[in-house]
């Protein structure tokens, strides 16, 4: 197998990603690469990409898997993608794994990563969730900062997403259920698919991934 050290991160909405594809990230010397973060930068960079993005998201329209998979391939070319990527939020579906089985040829995936996490659990997550508004940073409703609505970090102001309200979460997860789920059968059918219980503490949880991403290079 290749050096290349490829991850596939999945799970539901609230089940811990960010959290740990940062501890990931680090551990490994490997780049978080999320969906968002692609497209911010590509609209950012003002690149060829970027402006097609923009075009997309400036009509209301969503972004094609197609775009999606230019992004991400041009994603690899850059310096320090090199040695591996850590993927959060792609693939989201069968077709977008196809494609990146392609990129990775004559490679493949090292290990697809399921935080599994019952819904019930990442329900109430997303619910008590709050984001910075200036530096991202996410808190808990009960935090101070999610309390007093002002970030210790950089003092930006904490607020709960649109898409984290109860209506809108219970349409992500039934979005992830149409589109994403099915990728735990690709995965699994192809041996790469490790699932992870999701509800543990942030150490435990990466320890437990670690482990076994370690076993399958």
């Not at 994603?75 to 959060?88: E, I, K, N, P, Q």
């Not at 259920?177 to 735990?184: C, I, V």
């Amino acid at each position: 197998m290749s050096d290349r050290l490829v991850i596939v991160l999945l799970g539901k909405q609230g089940a811990g990603k960010g959290t740990q594809a940062d501890v990931l990230s680090q551990h490994y010397g490997i780049p978080h690469v999320s969906t968002g973060e692609i497209l911010r930068a590509a609209i950012k960079a003002g690149t060829e990409l970027g402006l097609r993005v923009k075009g997309v998201l400036d009509a209301g329209e969503l972004v094609s898997d197609e775009l999606v998979n230019d992004l991400v391939r041009d994603r690899f070319t850059h310096a320090d993608a090199a040695s591996g990527v850590l993927l959060d939020g792609y693939p989201r579906t069968v077709g977008q794994a196809d494609a990146l089985a392609e990129m990775l040829l004559p490679d493949t995936v090292t290990a697809c990563i399921n935080l599994d996490v019952e819904t019930e659990l990442v329900t109430e997550r997303l619910a008590m969730r709050r984001v910075c508004k200036a530096c991202s940073a996410i808190y808990r409703s009960i935090d101070p900062s999610g309390v007093s609505g002002v970030c210790e970090r950089c003092g930006g102001e904490v607020v709960q997403r649109g898409d984290d309200t109860p209506d809108a979460i219970r349409q992500r997860l039934s979005v992830y259920e149409r589109d994403t789920a099915p990728l735990l059968d690709y995965y699994a059918e192809r041996d790469l698919l490790i699932t992870i219980n999701g509800d543990d503490t942030v150490d435990a949880v990466s320890a437990a991934i670690t482990a076994a991403v370690d076993e399958a290079r």
